[in-house]
Each structure stands twice: as structure tokens, then as C-alpha cells.
């Protein structure tokens, strides 16, 4: 029965993509979009709470046939690991739609291209098979770009190739590692734990190669640097919808992938190459941070997308880390950040939507105007900046504390970043929100009961994980530990 849901969570979205783009009416594709991706959540959230956690592992399973002749079928299942981001892509889908209610602009493609990105997102998150897993992470791109350049901002035409470009490159060399593994393996199938046993078999300056090929396409989603540079265009260009779903679940697509693949597969490369992860950690947390402080000038949301940077380079500090807390706080990094960039950057939506402006100098005052709008930025720049009793700080202490023991030095050097974000945050928020309201935002109206709604579920859900973290942090560790047993 649950593996008929997973299945109903992975394809009830492709559906209702089909149906909306034939739908007679734009007012249809709305109420259409919210109905499945809220039917969707509900599935999600029913299968988070039956996975067993004493019985551990992949759960859920199914296969069917997909090209027998290559040794590839449709084999999909979730653990500890990839449940918490099915549910994480659920959720904040089904904000994007709410978000997004009085998009006028081509309505039906814009939702329909909604609905096939969590479906698409969804897959790579579920599926066992490296050649359906490449598939999925391919039809990622096709809606992203098309969101970002149509309906994204002035210079949006130039973000969407920039995007596709980065991505697509990146995607070649991670199909290059993986059809590497499929012919000198031998194992003549894609299924994800037989071709891991013949990956690790292999000579470790092999494994070490195919780890770089993979770690490049996966390394520009996160994104890592020097991959990093299309993130800030994307987001500054992209409708807020899309900066939601770019930041708060196809980012965590690179982070899983390094996961899954990356660190589970081969394990004696990711020994060999712990030392550059390290550092290139320690560069995204800082170079991420530094960015950020030079748009306290600037962009808002430019601030924003340089915040995101800075925070997931804590994922890939504490898979470096090797231990089991770094690992864990590695994918709870993921999720807590998934949920505080959507806020973060639904909140600069709500600002510009009313200011028609995101240079943070042109703002001041606005909380007068927006009471409840500038308490939801307050609590998710808390959020971002790790205070305690909220998300953020649950992974970026797990991170800290699985990785102080193996990398002081890089762990020290990474908390300093934690000064840095408080700065700009806080910064942010007074020249935006704080001191004399300027006359021309006098009229300025606060959030509507739609926006209250979106705004209030996701400050629920940071503040519930903030503390009672154990909702997630349980069933992570128990999908970390196969992956940290190969490194102890």
C-alpha cells in the first residue's frame, strides 16, 4: 500500500501537470495546481510518519521494467535520508502555488511547468536506478529555465541561459562518471547498490576519477565554489516562486547527490579527497558570507542568494567531516535551510510586490506599514543566523560538532561565518525595517490572508524542528548510519 503512495507523491504531479496545461479556463489551472500539490503534501506527510525507523533503510520499495536490455528499471524507495526532502519539495511546492495565486501571465504553462519540477525533483529523490536518476535530474532543468525565463525579471533571458549552461555542463560530466561506472564495473545494471559493489572494487585512482566527474555536476547545484557564480543571477531574475524551489529544494538535489552517490559508492575516494572538500568548504561558508556583506549596499535578494552559498557550504563541511553527527547535520543542514530560504525569499517577494524595488538603501521604516511582513523576515533572519529554539541552528551545530573532532582548524574557521551572517542579517533588517518610514511608503498595505497563511506555515515548521528537532533528526540518523558505517 505505502509503495502505491510513493509512487502517487512521485507521478500525481505529472499528472496534474498534463491536466492543467488542457485545462478550458486560467482560474481552473489555480485552484487545479493547489489541489494536487496539496493532495501531495498530505501523501508525503502520511508516508513520513509510517516509515518505521526501528526496521531502518529503504522502505517503500517497488520496480518495474524500464529498458530491460541495459539493466535499468524504475526502482524507487526512500530512507532516513532522501523522506525528510521528499516531504521538504512537498511542502514548499504547495507554497509556491499558494504563493504564486495571482500570477497573470500564461497561468496554465506556469503551473503546469510547477507541477512537472516537483514531480521531476521528487524522482531524484526516490529513484534507485543511476539512469532513471540522470532522467529526472535532467527534466529538473527544463522547467526551471522556462520559469526563470519567462516570467523571471529584466535581465531574465541572460539568468536562464546562464542556469542552463552551468547545469547542463555539469550534468555531462556526472553522465560521463556514471556510464564510466555502468561498462567498468561489469555489473551490467544501473540499480544503485549492485553497481556500488563492483564501483568498490575497483582501484582507487579509478573510484577517485569517477568521484571528481560526479562531485562537478553536483558541486555546481549545491552550488560550490567556483561553481557558484549563475546562483545569484538566477535568483536575482527568477519569479519568487522559483527563488523558493531554486534555493529550498533543487540546491539540496546537489547535496543528496553527493550523498547517494558520491559518498556511498565510493567511500575510498572520498578518504582520498576529504582534504579539498574541506577547504572548499571552508571557502563556500566564508567567500558566501563576504558576498552577502557587500549587498548590504545592494540587492536584497542578491543578499539573499549569497546567504545560501555561505549555508550550504555547512553540508558539505559536515560530509567531510566523515562522522556520523557531521553527516547527519550535513542532510539536516539541508533540510532546515530548504525551509529558511523559502521564508527568506518569499518574505523579499512580499517587499518587492508593495516597494517595486529590492535595493536595500531606497528602503526604511517599513515596519510601520508591514507590521506582520517584517515579523516574518525578523524571525527567519533569527532562523538563518542560527538561533537557538529555531531549525537553522539544529544542523549547523550538528555540522560543528561532527566535525570539530577531525577539522578543528576548517570547524573554527567555518563558526567565524556565523558573526558574518548575524552582521548582515541584523544589518539588513534595521535599514529595511527599522528608523523613519520614508513618505513614499506611506501607503503601503501588510500581507494578505493568502500571504499570512504560506508565511505562517513555514514559520511553524521552523520553530517546530527548532524544538523538538528529534521529529527529523531521528529518522536521519537512522539513514546515515549504512553511509557512516563505511567510514568508521
Not at 110 to 126: D, K
Not at 302 to 307: D, F, H, T, V
Amino acid at each position: 500500500m505505502e509503495s502505491t503512495l510513493l509512487h502517487l507523491v512521485l507521478w500525481l504531479p505529472l499528472l496534474g501537470a498534463i491536466v492543467t496545461a488542457f485545462l478550458g479556463r486560467d482560474t481552473l489551472a489555480r485552484g487545479w495546481a493547489l489541489t494536487v500539490t496539496g493532495v501531495t503534501l498530505l501523501l508525503a506527510t502520511w508516508l513520513f510518519i509510517r516509515y518505521d525507523p526501528r526496521a531502518g533503510g529503504m522502505q517503500f520499495e517497488s520496480a518495474a521494467a524500464f529498458i530491460p536490455t541495459l539493466g535499468s528499471s524504475l526502482r524507487i524507495g526512500v530512507d532516513g535520508v532522501s523522506l525528510p526532502l521528499v516531504l521538504l519539495n512537498a511542502l514548499l511546492t504547495f507554497l509556491a502555488v499558494v504563493i504564486s495565486w495571482n500570477t497573470t501571465l500564461r497561468p496554465r504553462l506556469y503551473f503546469a511547468l510547477i507541477l512537472l519540477l516537483e514531480t521531476a525533483v521528487t524522482g531524484v529523490f526516490v529513484t534507485l536506478d543511476l539512469l532513471v536518476f540522470f532522467l529526472f535530474w535532467e527534466l529538473e532543468l527544463a522547467p526551471m529555465y522556462l520559469l526563470i525565463g519567462i516570467w523571471g525579471g529584466a535581465r531574465r533571458e541572460y539568468a536562464a541561459m546562464k542556469f542552463i549552461i552551468y547545469t547542463v555542463t555539469g550534468s555531462a560530466f556526472m553522465l560521463i562518471g556514471i556510464l564510466a561506472w555502468y561498462f567498468t564495473t561489469g555489473a551490467g545494471t544501473f540499480d544503485l547498490f549492485r553497481i556500488a559493489d563492483g564501483a568498490r572494487a575497483l582501484p582507487l585512482a579509478a573510484q577517485t576519477l569517477f568521484f571528481i566527474l560526479l562531485f562537478i555536476g553536483f558541486a555546481v547545484k549545491v552550488p560550490i565554489f567556483p561553481f557558484h557564480t549563475w546562483l545569484p543571477d538566477a535568483h536575482v531574475e527568477a519569479p519568487t516562486p522559483g527563488s523558493i524551489l531554486l534555493a529550498g529544494v533543487l540546491l539540496k538535489m546537489g547535496g543528496y547527490g553527493l550523498i547517494r552517490l558520491c559518498m556511498t559508492i565510493l567511500p575510498d575516494a572520498a578518504r582520498q579527497l576529504v582534504p579539498i572538500l574541506v577547504a572548499l568548504a571552508v571557502i563556500n561558508v566564508l567567500y558566501g558570507a563576504y558576498l552577502a556583506l557587500g549587498q548590504i549596499n545592494g540587492d536584497l535578494k542578491k543578499l539573499i542568494a549569497a546567504s545560501s552559498i555561505s549555508h550550504m557550504g555547512y553540508v558539505l563541511l559536515g560530509l567531510a567531516a566523515l562522522t556520523p553527527i557531521g553527516i547527519e547535520g550535513a542532510v539536516m543542514q539541508m533540510f532546515t535551510h530548504g525551509t529558511i530560504t523559502a521564508l527568506l525569499f518569499m518574505m523579499v517577494g512580499l517587499v518587492y510586490d508593495r516597494t517595486h524595488t529590492r535595493q536595500i538603501p531606497e528602503m526604511s521604516g517599513l515596519a510601520t506599514r508591514m507590521p506582520f511582513i517584517a515579523t516574518g523576515f525578523v524571525l527567519a533572519g533569527l532562523a538563518s543566523l542560527g538561533l537557538p529554539g529555531m531549525n537553522g541552528f539544529i544542523g549547523e551545530f550538528l555540522v560543528f560538532v561532527g566535525a570539530f573532532g577531525v577539522w578543528p582548524l576548517a570547524t573554527i574557521l567555518a563558526t567565524f561565518a556565523i558573526v558574518l551572517t548575524a552582521g548582515y542579517i541584523t544589518w539588513m533588517l534595521l535599514r529595511v525595517f527599522m528608523g523613519p518610514t520614508m513618505p513614499r511608503w506611506s501607503q503601503l498595505d501588510d500581507a494578505t490572508p493568502r500571504e499570512r497563511f504560506a508565511v505562517s506555515v513555514l514559520v511553524g515548521v521552523i520553530i517546530l524542528v527548532g524544538v523538538y528537532p528529534n521529529s527529523v533528526v531521528d529518522m536521519i540518523a537512522i539513514g546515515v548510519q549504512p553511509i557512516a558505517r563505511l567510514f568508521a
